[in-house]
Each structure stands twice: as structure tokens, then as C-alpha cells.
């Protein structure tokens, strides 16, 4: 039998959306530091990635300002991971349709994918309001990109992106098609399973 604990690891208020640092406004993406136990929200209304320790104080990491195309704005940020390895935050920026890096401690962030000046396009270098993020153990990215209908395989440190599910531009309900994914999750044998959201179903794709 499985036996379930319910703990308060945030003291966040409920009921309504706010600014303060015990709200969050259409939270989104959420990752956590198995190391530490910090837990960081895409806060995505509030336009910040916020982290959370275990004795319910919290900061802002990224972001936190207006919308905008400076280094150091984001968004509308919609997932997040982190990644232990270089002590960061990979976040899919969903209105400027890009992925970015952001090292903890700083204060601007670094383009991983996506054209930042070019929103919603479907070349293999653009993407069209990427929601979630999935990344493998070697740091290669794996990105909804909902309304191109695909999911985009960047392999660490290229701009380029390599169509592994779905059809770019192309709607559908069959077996090899997508209708605007928005989560991506990869095990470890690098299958992946998405969340096809307006097919209502999940999709496992055998390691590409």
C-alpha cells in the first residue's frame, strides 16, 4: 500500500494572485534541488522564477521585472529545471518563444534556443510559445514547441533544432501527430512522454 504524506513546503496564500512573495500569478513551471530541497516556481504572470526554501522564505532568481527584450527581463516564463551541474536555471520564456539559461547569482540570462527577435516562427532554429522543458543527463534540451505542433531536440550548445515528434506546422490526432504539446518529461533511457493537450491524451515516443 502507498502511503502519502501532505507537507506545507511554501506558505503561499491561496485565493488570489499577487505580487508579494507569498503569491504567485498563473505558477506554471516547477523544479527542484533533490540536493537542497529549494524548490523554484515559473511565477509566470509575475514574470520571475521564484525559489523557495524549506523554511518558507523565498527569493527572487530570474526575472521580476516588466516584459521586455532586455537580458536581464523575461517574458511570461512558463517552465523551468533546473540543472545542478552548472548551478542554473533552464527556462522556456514563453512570449519571446525561446529558451534560456540563467546562472544563479546573476542577473541576465543566456539564449539556448529560439530566436529572441523572431517570435513564432518554424525553422529548425525557431519556436512558436514553448511552454514546458525536458533535459537529459547531458544537459540536451527537449522543447514543446505547442504552436509549431512538435517537439524540437537541441543537442547541448547548438541553435539548431532537430524535429523528433510531431509535424511541424501540422495538427493531428493520429499516432505521429500533435495538437499543441506542452509538456515534455524524458526517462532514462531517453524515451519521451508528452502531453498532447488538445488530443487530451499523453504520448510516449520511443527514444528518437
Same mark, same amino acid.
Given at each position: 500500500?502507498?502511503?502519502?504524506?501532505?507537507?506545507?513546503?511554501?506558505?503561499?496564500?491561496?485565493?488570489?494572485?499577487?505580487?508579494?512573495? #507569498? *503569491?504567485?500569478?498563473?505558477?506554471?513551471?516547477?523544479?527542484?534541488?533533490?540536493?537542497?530541497? *529549494?524548490?523554484?516556481?515559473?511565477?509566470?504572470?509575475?514574470?520571475?522564477?521564484?525559489?523557495?526554501?524549506?523554511?518558507?522564505?523565498?527569493?527572487?532568481?530570474?526575472?521580476?521585472?516588466?516584459?521586455?527584450?532586455?537580458?536581464?527581463?523575461?517574458? #511570461?516564463?512558463?517552465?523551468?529545471?533546473?540543472?545542478?551541474?552548472?548551478?542554473?536555471?533552464?527556462?522556456?520564456?514563453?512570449?519571446?518563444?525561446?529558451?534560456? *539559461?540563467?546562472?544563479?547569482?546573476?542577473?541576465?540570462?543566456?539564449?539556448? =534556443?529560439?530566436?529572441?527577435?523572431?517570435?513564432?516562427?518554424?525553422?529548425?532554429?525557431?519556436?512558436?510559445?514553448?511552454?514546458?522543458?525536458?533535459?537529459?543527463?547531458?544537459?540536451?534540451?527537449?522543447?514543446?514547441?505547442?504552436?509549431?505542433?512538435?517537439?524540437?531536440?537541441?543537442?547541448?550548445?547548438?541553435?539548431?533544432?532537430?524535429?523528433? =515528434?510531431?509535424?511541424?506546422?501540422?495538427?493531428?490526432? #493520429?499516432?505521429?501527430?500533435?495538437?499543441?504539446?506542452?509538456?515534455?518529461?524524458?526517462?532514462?533511457?531517453?524515451?519521451?512522454?508528452?502531453?498532447?493537450?488538445?488530443?487530451?491524451?499523453?504520448?510516449?515516443?520511443? *527514444?528518437?
Amino acid at each position: 500500500m502507498l502511503c502519502f504524506i501532505h507537507t506545507v513546503f511554501v506558505s503561499i496564500s491561496t485565493g488570489s494572485s499577487g505580487s508579494a512573495l #507569498n *503569491r504567485l500569478a498563473v505558477a506554471q513551471g516547477i523544479s527542484i534541488d533533490e540536493n537542497s530541497d *529549494r524548490l523554484y516556481i515559473a511565477d509566470t504572470n509575475n514574470i520571475r522564477i521564484v525559489r523557495y526554501f524549506s523554511n518558507t522564505t523565498s527569493e527572487i532568481v530570474a526575472g521580476g521585472t516588466s516584459c521586455g527584450n532586455a537580458k536581464t527581463q523575461l517574458c #511570461n516564463p512558463t517552465g523551468v529545471y533546473f540543472e545542478a551541474a552548472t548551478n542554473s536555471l533552464i527556462i522556456s520564456d514563453y512570449t519571446r518563444s525561446s529558451i534560456l *539559461r540563467w546562472i544563479i547569482g546573476t542577473n541576465e540570462w543566456i539564449r539556448l =534556443a529560439g530566436n529572441v527577435s523572431m517570435i513564432g516562427g518554424n525553422t529548425s532554429a525557431e519556436l512558436n510559445h514553448p511552454e514546458g522543458i525536458g533535459v537529459d543527463v547531458i544537459g540536451n534540451l527537449y522543447v514543446p514547441d505547442s504552436y509549431n505542433n512538435r517537439i524540437q531536440f537541441f543537442p547541448v550548445g547548438q541553435l539548431e533544432g532537430l524535429t523528433i =515528434a510531431g509535424v511541424t506546422g501540422l495538427s493531428g490526432n #493520429n499516432a505521429s501527430l500533435l495538437s499543441v504539446p506542452m509538456e515534455v518529461t524524458v526517462d532514462n533511457q531517453l524515451n519521451l512522454y508528452v502531453s498532447d493537450t488538445n488530443n487530451h491524451r499523453v504520448q510516449k515516443f520511443l *527514444r528518437y
